[in-house]
């Protein structure tokens, strides 16, 4: 299984983007599917995560309300909306996938043991 992420650029403070992560060589329809990020020198931590059906999702609390997450199982990927992007926005983001929807996405141990893994997209605010 390959998770392709993509959509990352250079945008302004205020701004938007949208990364889209689709995998191939097998359906995730049955995963959770999610994002995570790292800044230069700090730790990855979670973003964002939906359930396999797409019908509860999760963020952590210095996105909410900016970001949103969707998926379409038709087309094996999920998306990231980011609304009124900050500076303090800019990181990699990874997306990645497991069958549990849970706290092993945000919880003390999050982003541990995740099924897949897809290389990252740069993302980079300017104030």
């Known amino acids: 299984v390959q998770l392709q992420a993509s959509g990352g650029g250079l945008v302004q403070a205020g701004g938007s983007l949208r990364l889209s992560c689709a995998a191939s060589?097998?359906?995730?329809?049955?995963?959770?599917m999610g994002w995570f990020r790292q800044a230069p020198g700090k730790e990855r931590e979670f973003v964002a995560v939906i359930r396999r059906s797409g019908g509860t999702t999760y963020y952590a609390g210095s996105v909410k309300g900016r970001f949103t997450i969707s998926r379409d199982n038709a087309k094996n990927t999920v998306y990231l909306q980011m609304d009124s992007l900050k500076p303090e926005d800019t990181a990699v983001y990874y997306c990645?996938?497991?069958?549990?929807?849970?706290?092993?996405?945000?919880?003390?141990?999050?982003?541990?043991?995740?099924?897949?893994w897809g290389k990252g997209t740069q993302v980079t605010v300017s104030s």
């Open positions: 990645a996938a497991d069958l549990t929807f849970g706290s092993n996405w945000w919880g003390p141990r999050s982003g541990s043991g995740m099924d897949y």
């Open positions: 060589g097998r359906t995730l329809s049955s995963y959770a």
